[in-house]
């Protein structure tokens, strides 16, 4: 499934991504892990020291007038699972070997309601980098869809942060 699930469990909903990775679950560990990798598909660049849980990182945003976000790692179990918080959203990565030498791969951020559309549209975006490379599809028609499905549920929601322009 590529789309965003959307779940309300607590006090703040949950955008939960599920992919099918063809790539062996330690190749997907690296590109989820090392800051390096995560260059190439993640929307920040992390600066972190050692992964371990209660770890301090950054998330840094290159080329946006965006200020860093300070996280903190808060669950660490290679190669399986890593969460780690974004301001004060939670993201969760879960790997599991697929049936076919690939990975099974979860992506799940807690988060402000508001923000839901916006961020489901972006992860959709990244995840697209992970697997294939490259986006399939622009954030713009995405954000749309989700701004369409969320805003029922969840009230009205934002765009891009100031400072950061989409086409």
Known sequence: MNEAILERTG?????????????????VWRAVTDPDEMRAWFPTKIEIDE?????????????????PLPGTVTEWD??????????????TFELAPG??????????EELGAAIAARNAAGW??????????EATVEWKPRFDHYVERFQKVLGQQEGPPAGVHIE
């Open 11 to 27: 006090e703040r909903p949950i955008i939960r991504f599920e992919r099918h990775l063809h790539k062996p679950v330690d190749v």
């Open 51 to 67: 992964w371990q849980v209660g770890a301090p990182l950054t998330h840094v945003f290159e080329g946006s007038e965006i200020d």
């Open 78 to 91: 290679p190669p399986r699972r890593v969460a780690f918080t974004w301001g004060t959203d939670t993201i």
């Open 99 to 108: 049936t076919d030498g690939g990975t099974d791969f979860v992506l799940t």
């Open 124 to 133: 959709e975006t990244c995840l697209d980098r992970l697997e294939h490379g």
